[in-house]
């Protein structure tokens, strides 16, 4: 094993290909050919056991989670191992939605803990496809749009879902439950539970209520029962807030938080975890009762975060522990010292040529290449010029 114990690692990462991927963003970062034209919805960097990296050491390509289990403490940093149990404690993707994902929301920490603590003593398999907790971990997420990006995040506020809602005449039982409590539980609550014939009828209703209407709600509303027929989340616009990102923006989701993204690619951080309750837009596992314990009202408004400029990049805040988005984008070659991070990093090219280099090591990262930087690096040099992502653990507050 200590043939492997370098700072710098070329990573090879999975691709997941959901259906409702697109089929050239992905596969023009990475500089490949589509030739079977399937969807590339995510690209995976990281060790989640479900999909980890490989990482090439001089054995040949190693599974990142056995990688860093070879020596935690050297990969990770001796008090990131301690604060995360020995497993690298974020999952940085390439998201890019051609169609709308399901309505869903994240657990916390409590919340995915107890959850995957009861499945486990159930005896449900963990890949089974009735399975809420894959994992004992919370998934807050941040996005960074790499281009034009749509996405519904929290509920808006009750006069607005009131006023969208009132030209509905099969929406009487949900403008009551709203008027009783403008939180929006009881009527988000009501929606999940209407029988088959009254989701159809109100979903009938409310696309041909939105037919020809310039506001972008009903554009979403005509969009989505394209794609889900009857299914109830059609409505979901019409109650959520639509948040438009330009390239370089991003939207950071908390626990709780109903959200979809709709279209677009870009630049997804998370907890490593893959804790998923679904509300909608979907023909996979939903599980209203536990999706409510986990939902939060009344929502906060959608955090939109500006980045921090850090030296020649710059850094999107989040209150995350487990993982924080550096970016470096130029045309004009720079040559920088990168602040430290108490633990690992992985660095993404998006455009463009960089090199890592420190203690004797470099490496070349280009367009849909990636690098994981083991912790024990007393200082990593970066040259070069594009557009360059860095993940990594913020220091403990």
Known sequence: MNRMLRILYRLENPVQHYPWGSTDAIPAILGIENKENKPFAELWMGSHAKA?????????PVPLDRLIAADPSFFLGKAVAERFDGTLPFLLKILSAEKPLSLQAHPNSEQATRGFAQEERRGIPRNAPNRNYRDPNHKPEMLRALTPFSALCGFRNPEEIYANLQPLKNAKRLLQSLSDDPSCRRMFREMLYLEENQKTDLVREAVESSQGKTDPA????CRLVEEYSDDIGILSPLLLNLVELEPGEALELKAGVLHSYLQ????????????????GLTSK??????????????SDEPRRLAPSKTGKGYTYPTDAREFALWVCETDVPVSLMLPQSPGSSIFLCIRGIFHLQTAGETLEVSSGQT????????SLHLTGSGLLFRAFVPPEN
Do not use: C, Q
């Open 52 to 60: 980890p990296s490989k990482a090439f050491t001089d054995d040949g």
């Open 218 to 221: 009903h554009y979403w509303v």
């Open 264 to 279: 677009g690619t870009g630049i997804e951080i998370m907890a490593n975890s893959d804790n998923v309750l679904r509300g």
């Open 285 to 298: 596992h939903m599980d209203r009762d536990e999706l409510m314990k986990v939902l939060v009202f009344p």
């Open 371 to 378: 690098v994981f930087a083991a912790a024990s690096a007393e």
